[in-house]
């Protein structure tokens, strides 16, 4: 008789990232410039927050090595988080979190290929409101959206952080991987590339959530020779926002990576950015939606696949 096939654990959304930095003031220094708000601090602890309702989105940690310390995603129920401590590699027994804004339950459980923390969040208490930014009014050739006098006009600021978007992964074995994410979570591959003898290389999933309009991609990773965390990214107002926040880290000395451009897979308008521990950190605007009747692109894994417009 064949193997049972578990069945598979619920995510609603992605929620928040934990880094470790050596030095913890200038990683603050740092995500206050690059658009977050600080919202609790704990002895060893920065918690970070956007605009959205997510009581936070970021966790800086204080420790003796720079270090990603995994990605948490809220999953549909209580269950979902008894079937993770049951059956995920190296999972933890539910716990509570007792620091972190927002409170909930958690396990935690290690990738199986290459070992990074995942985490999987259950109750936590959501933000009353919305910080909502005012959406621009645009004139273009033939229409003109703008009344007499209402002119433009911008501040001088980093770009304030909505949400945490996506986060990024270089794995050594993809098969394993992509096996494991879609198999074990309702992961759904958005698009797939692969090198010219067809091995597929690289993949932007999405969340599998029937009518649901979901973001392009949450969780992405590539084939490569050594297991790290490519970046994580954060969503963006909108353009103009996104350019002045560019504006804001470059005045500030801060090193760009990648950016300011716009992507073909997801279509986001990207700007990536190394922080003082030399991680990657993304913002990001106006990035594609799918749902259920979208399904996997297939192409070539290459360099014009990346981006249609930037450096």
């Excluded at 602890?45 to 989105?57: A, D, H, L, M, T």
């Excluded at 199986?112 to 909502?132: A, K, M, R, S």
């Excluded at 990024?168 to 879609?182: H, L, R, S």
């Amino acid at each position: 008789m064949g193997s049972i096939e578990q069945p598979k654990i619920n995510l609603v959304r992605i929620a928040h990232v934990y880094y470790t930095h050596k030095d913890i003031n200038k990683a603050r220094e740092f995500l206050v410039d690059f658009g977050l708000t600080e919202c609790k601090r704990t002895e060893k602890n920065i918690y970070f927050r956007g605009y959205s309702k997510e009581p936070f989105v970021y966790c800086a940690k204080e420790g003796p090595e720079n270090e990603f310390g995994g990605v948490a995603f809220v999953v549909e129920s209580e269950r979902d988080l008894d079937l993770a401590q049951q059956t995920l590699p190296g999972a933890t027994k539910i716990y509570e979190l007792e620091d972190a804004p927002g409170g909930g339950k958690c396990v935690t459980f290690y990738d199986p290929v290459d070992g990074f923390l995942f985490h999987l969040i259950y109750g936590q208490t959501l933000l009353n409101e919305e910080q909502l930014l005012p959406e621009i009014q645009f004139n273009f050739p033939a229409t003109k959206n703008r009344a007499s006098g209402h002119y433009q006009r911008f501040e001088k600021r980093p770009a304030p952080v909505h949400k945490l978007g996506h986060f990024g992964m270089c794995v050594t074995n993809f098969d394993k991987a992509f096996e494991f994410y879609t198999k074990r979570f309702n992961f759904y591959p958005s698009d797939l590339g692969h090198t010219p003898d067809g091995k597929n290389v690289i993949v932007f999933n999405r969340l599998s959530r029937g009518k649901e309009l979901v973001d392009h991609h949450c969780f992405f990773f590539f084939e490569g020779p050594k297991a790290h965390v490519h970046h994580s990214s954060f969503e963006t107002h909108d353009f103009d926002t996104q350019v002045l926040g560019h504006d804001w880290l470059r005045h500030k000395g801060y090193e760009n990576c990648w950016g300011v451009g716009r992507h073909v897979m997801g279509s986001q308008i990207f700007d990536y950015w190394f922080d003082p521990s030399h991680f990657i950190l993304e913002h990001y605007t106006d990035g594609d939606l799918c749902d259920e009747t979208q399904e996997t692109v297939v192409s070539p894994a290459s360099h014009d696949n990346l981006h249609v417009w930037g450096e």
